[in-house]
């Protein structure tokens, strides 16, 4: 059974930038298509971006052109480098198979805030 350990989060100012990290712990990694998504609190889980194996991405609207999602299939591990944060991306932070059908991981924080 997949398992997904993610880091890399942390307190940032509105602006800064970040990189989040995740580890997959089976090989069929590289045969699907991963997502990251996010839960702020009081809200439900979205998702943020996702990546097919051959390095196709889709993002959601409020992160185009500040998100980067990418993927290194020979190392089962996918990454998030977040750019120009607004408090609004103040969420845990997680990655999954898309649509999120494998055990969730427990997330890494991101806050944003001055």
């Known amino acids: 059974q997949v398992q997904f350990v993610e880091s890399g989060g942390a307190l940032v100012q509105p602006g800064g930038s970040l990189g989040l990290s995740c580890a997959a712990s089976?090989?069929?990694?590289?045969?699907?298509?991963m997502a990251w998504f996010r839960q702020a609190p009081g809200k439900q889980r979205e998702l943020v971006a996702h990546?097919?194996?051959?390095?196709?991405?889709n993002y959601t609207e409020s992160v185009k052109g500040r998100f980067t999602i990418s993927r290194e299939n020979a190392k089962n591990t996918m990454s998030l480098q977040m750019n120009s944060l607004k408090p609004e991306d103040t969420a845990i932070y997680y990655c999954?198979?898309?649509?999120?059908?494998?055990?969730w991981g427990q997330g890494t924080q991101v806050t944003v805030s001055s």
């Open positions: 990546i097919s194996p051959g390095g196709n991405t």
């Open positions: 089976v090989s069929v990694f590289r045969l699907r298509v």
């Open positions: 999954n198979t898309y649509p999120g059908t494998s055990p």
